[in-house]
């Protein structure tokens, strides 16, 4: 596809999502000074409760007022779990509360959208990844800032509308942070500035560990058990994390955190990536075989300069677990594998993180409202999607074995995302990727 098809079609994509909006009265939408934060959770999962949590204990005069996920049973969790923090001490004291009635929490493939439009102000995005495009989209093209959890796009076509997205708040000047967390904990963010200003002298390689052990999965019974229908979609979605086009693989889905510190710490995205990686552990007819995702990868990355970052990812019970980053420099190698330490090469620290951590997850929130309220609202979209993008291009190369560049991913024609979403559509799971023969698109 060339620059301007891609262009044309990421326009009329937005302007289809803008469309659809305009038909809804759309209440105020900015939140500046000290004006009432008024949230929407959309994707009402662990992280949307516990940022709905999050954002409560974040800062003085918000409210969460709207939530919706595609299933009811989760609706009704998350409402009951934040209802109970109207009786938290700090939560009272900072004149927060949690103002749900039964006609603001929102149940359907078109929940984003009535959460977009309950009154909110500020816009929570936590459900799977794949959707994150279509809902940036939406929240941004309604005048929302947005808190939006990682990755935020799976594949290329996706990642250009994050992009668009971007440029969109940025004229609005909508305040959008994402959940890369560690971008707003005390200790990295000592590190990098220490990176930055050169003190542990030139970057000369890096690498990036998310080695873990196995996943959930949940089976067509359970969503029976939850009184939902087990149609194919609903059973993908409720297994969100084992499909790419809701996922992007764990490189995408939890690795990004790692690739995110490498990309922050050498302030560029990498040019090139080199991978392999396979499914080893869910073999077929196994208890936990769900999807087609690999569980395990190993890129490396190349930066304009000739820099290189090692990446590997895994989830694979019973190895040896390892999260972590290390950026090797001129004089010392900074590493988060034990404690946040640079050593110079004899194996002597020469500065380590000895001050209190902060909680990044309450700390991001803090850092968006604050920007809201003093009306310079930051916007985190742009390195987000890099680093996104940075782990779908180690996902093509891995998958296809062949060398991958930016700009290939970046213009992949690789949409995953279904032509048209309903409950009872039939939707077939890929095959498992087998380098040499998945081909690049
Ligand atoms: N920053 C972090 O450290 C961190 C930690 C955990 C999860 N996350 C991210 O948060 C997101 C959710 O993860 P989770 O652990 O809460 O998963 P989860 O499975 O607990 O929750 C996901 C929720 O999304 C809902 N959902 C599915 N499709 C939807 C749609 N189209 N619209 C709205 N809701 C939909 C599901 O029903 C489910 O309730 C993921 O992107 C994950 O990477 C980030």
Redesign the pocket.
Known sequence: MSKQESTRRDFLKTAAVSGALASVAIPAVHAAGDEVIKVGI??????????GDNVLHAAPNVQVVAI????KF??DS?RNTLLKLNQNDQVKKLGNKVDLPEERCFTG?D??EKVINAGVNYVI????????P??LQAAIAAGKNVFT???VSVDGPGTRRVLDAYEEAQKKKLGVAA???RRHQTSYLEAMKRIHDGTFGEVTAMRAYWNGNGI?FRTRDDLAKKGEKSTDLAYQ??N??HFVW??GDHIA??H??NLDVCNWAIGKHPIKAVGMGSRLSRPVGAPGEVGHIFDNFAVDFEYEGGVHMLSMCRQIPGTEANVSEAVACAKGQWSTAKGNVTRDYKGTPIWSFTGRDNSP?VQEHTDLIESIRKGAPINELKNVAESSLTAVMGRLTSYTGKAVSWDQALNSKEDTFPKQ?SWDMQLSIPPVAVPGKTPLV
């Open positions: 959309i994707g009402c999962g662990g992280r949307g409760t516990g940022a919706g996920d595609v299933f989760r609706t998350c493939l929940c984003y995005l936590a459900g799977p990844p794949g959707f994150r279509q809902q959890e990682k990755p959940g890369t967390q959930w979605l409720h969100w994390y809701t996922c889905e939890q990004v955190h997850y979403l």
